[in-house]
């Protein structure tokens, strides 16, 4: 873009040792993905008899679709349902913290008021509490509530997050003016019209990568779901992909077949979304 | 008739009123009314169990009736003298150090050369990216796998080429190496791009007024490129440290107990509050511990904040722009 014109010194292609440098740290990323594939389309010897020096052992077996039965089928993992659980619980926490940190950081970014500085750092402050802090008295009010063992106790805490309030507010004070706030006061608008009408569909750009990385974080979040979750039958895919290893006889092939298949929907919205999710952290790092 | 146009106007008069007055709270009080659903939940899922934390570690909890007995300092006592604790401590921060710091580096190598004119950018930038959505557990059972002792794939290597395995579970270090690797794996790309972003904000004549002196690429590199990206590095170190020493997924589930080994090789402070919480389910000590653990993060953050801050503005003192 901007850098163009300036390019002298680091303009012109790249040499072999970049693209050599970079095709080895691809293939390291993907080796892991390729094994998985390789074992989870094997049988349960599969792991046993691979041998590093026979091209036999890297050639994937037939085995994949049946493997993937098996994960379905096995009631201890309860595939359908974990993955219902994890589409509703992603969806809605997503859906949820966009529209909580949209409103909470267009009054942080737009709105004067009494205290919204200190408020504001307070809300970052809250970024550095670990999960592991609160987890015990959240379980004894989820247990008193009865709510141990329901999806609520995962979607409850996660409503809305301190980054995302941040983020939001962070981008509306930069891509939002204050003249078209002011346009549609003068317009008769309320508070909260303009909020709608205005301070929303500017927000669209970082509301859509902030539910992208919400969802991304909320279906790969294991230690609060495993703790609420664990030991009932509404499990996440993480926490139902576990019970695969915590059988005292494993098949490997069969484990590494629910990893796949419950990384697929991900990689699915990574072959969609990839490209926002690069461009989201990209954007995150220079303003944070 | 008179008067009752009078009293028309003043309806309206008093309606006008009413609506400026509305209008006056709405741009008063709304801007609290938009943060309170933020505030509210932290308060309810955030707050109160921090405040409810330091007050159950002080207590012994009751599972049946669902309270405490203040008992003091006895968890944080118990938890001191406890030798796992310390052996959790130990594993928390050796498998910190072995994926914060080749990851760091190896993160700046990598968005140096996104930061080149490539062929394909996109393609790159989302393939550094990738492991980044597989989940934690999905990671640890691929490579738990991966580094099995008897008929892991990295052991396979090792003796094809005639070395020797590894005991990546039964030994300390290499097991805390196996466990860095899976957070390598899924981190590095992601902090690569928060750096290559950081990286195409310096400005470019910086590079050609050190060329002019007469820098090579490598001199370049380090007198000009690290000290710019000095916050950014702060800013990466600090949520790799708040984050990496919280960790649990991998190391719980790196074996088939989720006990980190048979003599803790790889427990962490995070799987030690799990047991005493969830396996023993004693509150009181999960609490004290998940206490300590805060305090570790908050006084590990600040040393490292200022650490990385020393280091990094000596090199750009030193090496001039």
Not at chain 1, 101 to 123: I, M, N, Y
């Amino acid at each position: 873009m901007a850098r163009k014109k300036s390019t002298s010194i680091t303009g012109g292609r790249p040499g072999w040792f970049t693209y050599g440098a970079l095709g080895i740290v691809l293939l390291v990323a993907l080796f892991p993905f390729y094994w998985t594939v390789l074992i989870g389309s094997g049988d349960q010897s599969s792991v046993y008899t691979f041998d590093a020096f026979s091209w036999e052992s890297w050639i994937p077996g037939g085995n994949l679709m049946a493997n993937f039965q098996a994960v379905i089928d096995n009631p201890a993992v309860g595939f359908w349902k974990a993955l219902g659980s994890s589409l509703i619980v992603s969806i809605a926490v997503s859906a949820t913290t966009v529209l909580l940190a949209t409103l909470a950081g267009f009054a942080f970014a737009k709105l004067r008021f009494k205290g919204s500085g200190p408020l504001l750092v307070f809300v970052i402050a809250t970024m550095a509490v670990p999960v592991q802090l609160g987890a015990v008295p959240l379980y004894i009010v989820f247990q008193e509530l009865n709510l141990v063992g329901s999806l609520w106790a995962v979607i409850l805490p996660a409503l809305v997050t301190a980054f995302g309030v941040f983020w939001m507010t962070q981008y509306l004070s930069q891509s939002l003016p204050d003249e078209l706030i002011e346009a549609a006061r003068v317009d008769g608008c309320s508070m909260f019209r303009t909020f709608w009408n205005v301070a929303l569909p500017a927000a669209r750009p970082a509301a859509a990568m902030l539910a992208l990385f919400t969802f991304v974080t909320s279906w790969t979040n294991f230690f609060w779901p495993y703790i609420v979750l664990g030991n009932s039958d509404s499990k996440t895919l993480p926490v139902a992909l576990q019970v695969l290893q915590a059988n005292y006889f494993i098949d490997y092939s069969i484990v590494l077949a629910g990893v796949l298949l419950s990384t697929i929907p991900l990689i699915l919205l990574f072959v969609f979304a990839g490209r926002q999710l690069v461009s989201g952290i990209m954007a995150g790092a220079v303003k944070g | 008739m008179a008067s009752a146009l009078d009293t028309d106007d003043r309806k309206a008069v008093r309606r006008f009123e009413r609506r400026q007055r509305l209008g006056h709270w709405d741009v008063k009080y709304s801007p609290y009314l938009y943060i309170a659903p933020f505030f509210l939940i932290f308060a309810v899922t955030g707050l109160f169990p921090i405040v409810y934390t330091a007050v159950i570690s002080l207590q012994d909890w009751d599972l049946v009736r669902n309270t405490g007995e203040f008992i003091g300092f006895d968890h944080f006592v118990f938890v001191f003298q406890d030798p796992q604790f310390w052996k959790a401590l130990r594993n928390t921060f050796s498998i910190f150090l072995f994926s914060s710091v080749p990851q760091l580096i190896l993160a700046t190598f990598i968005a140096a050369q996104l930061d080149t004119n490539l062929r394909a950018k996109t393609f790159w930038r989302m393939g550094v990216l990738l492991p980044y959505v597989v989940a934690p557990v999905a990671v640890s059972l691929i490579f738990s796998n991966m580094f099995g002792d008897q008929y892991g794939v990295v052991n396979s290597v090792l003796t094809s080429i005639g070395l020797d395995p590894v005991g990546w579970h039964t030994d300390v270090i290499p097991s805390h190496i196996a466990i860095a690797t899976m957070v390598n794996f899924r981190w590095t790309g992601y902090n690569a791009l928060i750096l290559l972003a950081a990286m195409q904000a310096i400005p470019r004549d910086l590079y050609e007024a050190a060329a002019i002196d007469g820098a090579g690429a490598l001199r370049r590199f380090f007198s000009v490129t690290v000290p710019q990206l000095r916050p950014t590095l702060i800013f990466v170190i600090i949520t790799s440290t708040i984050g990496g020493l919280q960790i649990f997924d991998e190391p719980r589930l790196y074996d088939v107990t989720g006990q980190g080994g048979a003599n803790q090789q790889w427990l962490t402070i995070t799987m030690y509050m799990y047991n005493a919480g969830w396996g023993k389910f004693d509150f009181g000590r999960a609490a004290a511990i998940a206490w300590i653990l805060f305090l570790i993060i908050v006084v590990f953050g600040l040393i490292n904040f200022y650490l990385t801050r020393r280091l990094v503005s000596d090199d750009r003192s030193s090496g001039g722009k």
